[in-house]
């Protein structure tokens, strides 16, 4: 008669050593949870050197181009000019020279410095102005008939319509400028925030009415923050409408400023100097946009996101 056999405990047995310790987690902190942490920053950092590079190497196609068109005599230098003479006139522009301090008294960077005042001032009372007017249009609906092909109206008019009109009434001083940006930017605010504001969810208008909101807690607590995104979208848009306006609204009485400095190379022929002013706006431009993406980011994180 063979001996009781003792139970053993799950887990035990003669092929499993007592103090074995568990394997370290692969999920956790250490040296392969940091690496792949720091891929998608790899990641990120590679595919911005490679568009960088990219960009590099059209802007060099780009100028090569220019330069072999000049050389080759396409056209008569004086329409257009060279790489090197644009250059030229840049630093001239951006340089006290011979006594003279750049271009009409005033350096490159003045004259662009003042053009984005009166753009920031146009533009700043084009969104007072036109999210107000936008939420009218997106929720009152006799107010939308009304004002609605108003907005319509301005948002189809060039600037040099409305300009001859503005300096009679304003005068050849910063008013007419500014009222041009003003008219130039507001309706790309206003049709954009209508348009966001009638695009709310109804769920979310519903739960709000069913929690005891009234219109105005409504539209400052529901409306107002879910068409954010869209308004930041509009306000991007106006202000790339006032830049392009900015030229138009300098014609009169605008050095200093970048367009009035375009407009007065432009009666002398100097086309080095117009399209290096061209050139300013241009990355002035890029670098106000950057900007306006960024406080977007930090405006509405939730933007995209379910």
């Given at each position: 008669?063979?001996?009781?056999t003792?139970?053993?405990a799950?887990?035990?047995?003669?092929?499993?050593?007592?103090?074995?310790?568990?394997?370290?987690?692969?999920?956790?902190?250490?040296?392969?949870?940091?690496?792949?942490?720091?891929?998608?920053?790899?990641d990120?950092?590679?595919?911005?050197?490679?568009?960088?590079g990219l960009?590099?190497?059209?802007?060099?196609?780009?100028?090569?181009?220019?330069?072999?068109a000049?050389?080759?005599?396409?056209?008569?230098?004086?329409?257009?000019?060279?790489?090197?003479?644009?250059?030229r006139?840049?630093?001239?522009?951006?340089?006290?020279h011979?006594g003279?301090?750049g271009?009409?008294?005033?350096?490159?960077?003045?004259?662009?410095?003042?053009?984005?005042?009166?753009?920031?001032?146009?533009?700043?009372?084009a969104v007072?102005?036109?999210?107000?007017?936008?939420l009218?249009?997106?929720?009152?609906?006799p107010?939308?008939?009304?004002?609605?092909?108003?907005?319509?109206?301005?948002?189809?008019?060039?600037p040099?319509?409305?300009?001859?009109?503005?300096?009679?009434?304003?005068g050849?001083?910063?008013?007419?400028?500014i009222?041009?940006?003003?008219?130039?930017a507001?309706?790309?605010?206003?049709a954009?925030?209508?348009?966001?504001?009638?695009?709310?969810?109804?769920r979310?208008?519903?739960?709000?009415?069913?929690?005891?909101?009234?219109p105005?807690?409504?539209?400052?607590?529901v409306?107002?923050?879910?068409?954010?995104?869209?308004?930041?979208t509009?306000v991007?848009?106006?202000?790339?409408?006032?830049?392009?306006s900015?030229?138009?609204?300098?014609?009169?009485?605008g050095?200093?400023?970048?367009?009035?400095?375009?407009?007065?190379?432009?009666?002398?022929?100097q086309?080095?100097?117009v399209?290096?002013?061209?050139l300013?706006?241009?990355?002035?431009?890029i670098?106000?946009?950057?900007?306006?993406?960024?406080?977007?980011?930090?405006?509405?994180?939730?933007?995209?996101?379910?």
């Amino acid at each position: 008669m063979s001996a009781p056999t003792t139970p053993t405990a799950p887990g035990a047995g003669p092929d499993r050593l007592p103090h074995t310790a568990p394997e370290p987690s692969r999920t956790g902190t250490g040296p392969v949870a940091g690496a792949r942490a720091d891929s998608p920053r790899r990641d990120r950092l590679r595919e911005a050197f490679r568009w960088g590079g990219l960009r590099l190497v059209a802007l060099a196609v780009l100028l090569g181009a220019w330069q072999a068109a000049v050389s080759a005599e396409v056209w008569p230098r004086v329409l257009v000019p060279s790489p090197g003479d644009v250059w030229r006139q840049f630093v001239l522009a951006s340089t006290v020279h011979d006594g003279v301090r750049g271009y009409g008294g005033h350096l490159l960077i003045e004259h662009l410095g003042v053009s984005l005042g009166r753009i920031g001032t146009g533009s700043a009372y084009a969104v007072l102005a036109g999210v107000p007017l936008g939420l009218l249009i997106g929720t009152v609906r006799p107010l939308a008939v009304v004002l609605e092909p108003a907005v319509t109206f301005l948002r189809t008019l060039p600037p040099l319509a409305y300009l001859s009109l503005l300096v009679i009434w304003f005068g050849i001083d910063e008013a007419p400028k500014i009222w041009l940006l003003v008219i130039a930017a507001l309706p790309p605010i206003a049709a954009a925030t209508a348009a966001a504001v009638r695009t709310v969810p109804g769920r979310l208008v519903e739960a709000a009415r069913a929690l005891g909101s009234g219109p105005t807690a409504l539209l400052l607590s529901v409306r107002l923050p879910s068409a954010l995104p869209e308004i930041l979208t509009g306000v991007r848009i106006a202000v790339g409408v006032a830049y392009t306006s900015v030229v138009a609204a300098e014609t009169i009485n605008g050095v200093p400023g970048i367009g009035g400095m375009i407009r007065d190379a432009q009666r002398y022929n100097q086309t080095a100097l117009v399209i290096a002013g061209i050139l300013a706006i241009g990355l002035s431009g890029i670098v106000l946009d950057a900007l306006l993406r960024l406080v977007e980011r930090i405006a509405v994180p939730w933007r995209g996101r379910a």
